[in-house]
Each structure stands twice: as C-alpha cells, then as structure tokens.
C-alpha cells in the first residue's frame, strides 16, 4: 500500500506543565556503535557487555538463532520475558518491566557497575532499541546500539560464535525514571499540545488491518510517522541531520513535546532512540496502541489524517 503522505508543518506549541516535568528530566543522548568498534572492544577485553536481543512480531523467541550464531560474548535477552513484564490486556501486550525484576535479569546477563552495554538484534533495530530504552530509563548511563544490526557485523566479516554464553553474574544496581514516559492519560492529552507519533505501518494506522489488537485505528491527534523513515536501506540509522530534517517536517520544532506510540511499546523506542540521535527527546507510551485499544471508552480514529 502506498503510505500516507505526510501532514502539514504544525505552529509551534507550549506542553502542559506535567508533560514538560515528564520529559525534559534526565534525558540521555542515544549512541550508535560500528561492527569495527564492537570487534577492538570485544578484542581488547574491555568492560563490556554484549546483548543479543532478537525478537520478531511473528517470531517473538530468538534463542534458537541466536545460539545457531551470535556475535562473541554476547548473552541472549528475551524480549518477551525480560524487557516486559505480563498483565492484563488492559496493561497492553509488552508493559515496562518491573525495577526489581529487571535488575535480577541485568546481572544474570552479567551487567556490572559502570560498565558499558552492547545491544543488537536482527530485525529493524526494535528489540535493541527496547533494551537501550529500559537499561537508559534504569540507569544505566552507557548503552549503545549496533548500528545495522547482526546484519552488518556479518556484513563486515567479523566472526560469530555458536551455543549459549552464560555470564559471571554482575553487580549493578538499577533505579527507575531516568528517561521520559506517558501514561495513557498523557498519551491522549498531547496531541493537544504537542505531537504524538504512531511510528506502526500506515496501514495499521489507518485502521485498514489490525492484526493483533482489538480494535483498527489511532489515537486521535497522533501523527503517523512510521519506523522505517528513520533507517536507510541496510538497516542503518540516518545521519543526526536527515532524522532531524524528517521530524522538523513532521511539526516538531525547538519547544514541542514529543511522545512516541505504537503498537506496544517496542518500536516506538526505536523511533524514541533515532529522535534522541537527532537531539529530540521523546516520551515513551510504553502501553501503546495494544492499551489504548482494549479500554473501550477510548476513542478511535481512522483514516490518514490524526
């Protein structure tokens, strides 16, 4: 289908003071980092860990891939099961994982103080983007994606390795809030006064197919702008300039509020993470379109335009 093109630059707006408080504190810029660099890190033994977190919305586990061939050193996460925490379908289908929890998966994976992370995946950068946002939003101040993914270190020639790596158990200790958030009262507040994107697929967004939630549509005022935009065509992050070009057409400007949705709170943080490599913080609307759409006093827009 083709997408829908793109609405008209918004005027600049003022947030409502809550939103502002929610996200302008301790926000922390994203950072990429090339196959070359991950493999003298990996040489050089430095205090590192690597995450491979595949995940896919039609193959959610990827523990058999990765341990069929994963970059040295690297630990498999389970999306599902460690970047998530399960409630009910009013919670949406992906809710943030609770503190506690979190932090037990951290140091099993063999995070310690002070160290830097890795992450990566196979698949348009959404499950290592949801990892840098939860380990970001938890406090941990140097987390860094594989820019291009598996794909790339392939790409590159750089060896992979086969089985299970089982870390020495780390020590760190995590403290929620460091990134910016939206509950679903936010969410349905913003548009009014800032831009919320829906980064899901046109098609979901206007409601023509919905094939995980309840019901087809958008949260009225959301604007689509979907994940794709935000990478070229081997998976890579746009430079800083062009990321920042595509949302200043998209209505954001020096004071807007951004919030990020989609369909659970899993692509959004890609987008979450190529607007923090363009200098534009975002909230996070972690219940997404998979909450907004199982309250059913919630309204719905279709079509493609907010």
Not at 139 to 149: A, I, P, Q, Y
Not at 210 to 222: F, K, L, T
Request: with cysteine.
């Amino acid at each position: 289908m083709l997408a829908a093109a793109p609405p008209p630059k918004r005027p600049r707006r003022s947030a409502p003071p809550q939103l502002v408080r929610r996200t302008v504190r301790g926000m922390t810029r994203a950072r990429l980092i090339t196959p070359a660099e991950l493999d003298d890190l990996i040489r050089d033994a430095a205090p590192l860990t690597v995450l491979d977190v595949r995940w896919r919305l039609d193959r959610p586990d990827g523990r058999s891939d990765y341990e069929a061939g994963h970059v040295p050193t690297a630990v498999y996460v389970s999306l599902d099961d460690e970047l998530a925490a399960h409630g009910a379908p009013e919670d949406g289908r992906h809710p943030l994982p609770e503190i506690a929890d979190l932090q037990t998966a951290a140091r099993r994976w063999g995070i310690d103080r002070g160290h830097s992370v890795v992450v990566y995946d196979d698949w348009q950068t959404f499950g290592a983007a949801r990892a840098w946002w939860v380990l970001t939003d938890a406090g941990v101040s140097d987390v860094r994606v594989l820019d291009g993914g598996l794909q790339a270190w392939r790409d590159a020639g750089l060896p992979l390795e086969s089985g299970p790596v089982h870390a020495a158990r780390g020590d760190v200790a995590l403290t929620p809030g460091h990134l910016a958030r939206l509950d679903i009262d936010e969410a349905a507040a913003l548009p009014a006064t800032g831009i919320l994107f829906d980064v899901r697929a046109p098609e979901r967004y206007r409601g023509d197919v919905e094939p995980m939630d309840p019901r087809a549509g958008h949260i009225p005022g959301a604007v689509n702008a979907p994940t794709g935009g935000n990478v070229d065509d081997h998976g890579r992050f746009r430079s800083p300039d062009e990321l920042r070009a595509r949302y200043e057409a998209l209505g954001v400007t020096g004071d807007t509020t951004v919030g990020v949705s989609c369909g659970s709170g899993v692509s959004a943080a890609q987008a979450a993470f190529a607007l923090s490599l363009a200098g534009i913080d975002a909230a996070l609307y972690g219940g997404s379109w998979s909450q907004w759409s199982n309250h059913p006093d919630r309204p719905v827009a279709t079509g493609d335009q907010p």
